[in-house]
């Protein structure tokens, strides 16, 4: 069963570099997640893929970032110009589409750390 | 503006006895609900959902009870296990909005005692 995957899973960085996070969804999964989590938070949506179009960003998502799908099946998550506030864990989800509701099935995550 | 709620930060209980743990929502437009369960260094894995069409749900040992005039669901463990600690978090949505994004709560830590 292959599930979410993320990579990598750990990223040190210099406040001002440019970051890119990737996410394999399941494979079947026409719907694709960002969403981030800070300290005693939970998961906040950052934006969100329905095979190859970005249909949704959350006010989150200020210009520093940038999303891709490009062939509907992987997604790169790109933050330019790193800046402390961006240290949080990153998690992919996807899922299924259909009429009725499909839960999300979450990655592991990618924990970003700024110096 | 945090739609969901959950306001006990942690919760501890003795194995073999019953953990509750609850859930506010303030928008009326969602109805589904989920709950996930986190252990660190991984990802939140989907646990048990509920519709607003019913107010019960259940899968072995959990149950999700939703009351929508409450705008309140919880999540019930019954026997509980030590291998149940973890973060526990409740996430709602509404069918017919296009992104499905789901809100997500603040999250309780439970604690089985052996």
């Known amino acids: 069963d292959t599930g979410v995957s993320q990579n990598p899973r750990h990223k040190i960085t210099k406040r001002g570099q440019n970051v890119t996070f990737r996410c394999d969804p399941i494979?079947?999964?026409?719907?694709l997640y960002w969403y981030r989590q800070t300290l005693g938070q939970g998961p906040e949506f950052l934006t969100y893929f329905q095979n190859e179009a970005q249909l949704e960003k959350s006010r989150l998502l200020s210009d520093r970032f940038s999303a891709e799908r490009p062939k509907g099946s992987f997604s790169t998550l790109e933050i330019q110009r790193t800046e402390q506030g961006d240290s949080a864990m990153y998690l992919c989800a996807s899922s299924q589409t259909g009429g009725a509701n499909q839960p999300q099935h979450f990655g592991d995550g990618t924990r970003l750390s700024i110096l | 503006d945090q739609q969901v709620k959950q306001n006990s930060p942690s919760l501890s209980v003795q194995e073999g006895r019953i953990s509750i743990l609850n859930c506010d929502y303030t928008n009326s437009m969602f109805d589904y609900f989920l709950w996930y369960k986190k252990y660190p260094a991984e990802g939140p894995t989907f646990l048990i959902s509920?519709?607003?069409?019913?107010d019960k749900n259940e899968d072995g040992r959990f149950t999700v009870f939703l009351n929508k005039s409450a705008k309140h669901l919880s999540l019930h463990i019954v026997p509980s296990q030590p291998g149940d600690s973890a973060v526990y978090f409740c996430?709602?949505?509404?069918?017919?909005?296009?992104?499905?994004?789901?809100?997500f709560g603040t999250g309780t830590s439970l604690t089985v005692i052996p």
């Open positions: 494979s079947e999964h026409n719907r």
């Open positions: 509920i519709s607003s069409i019913k």
């Open positions: 996430a709602a949505s509404w069918l017919g909005y296009t992104g499905n994004q789901f809100y």
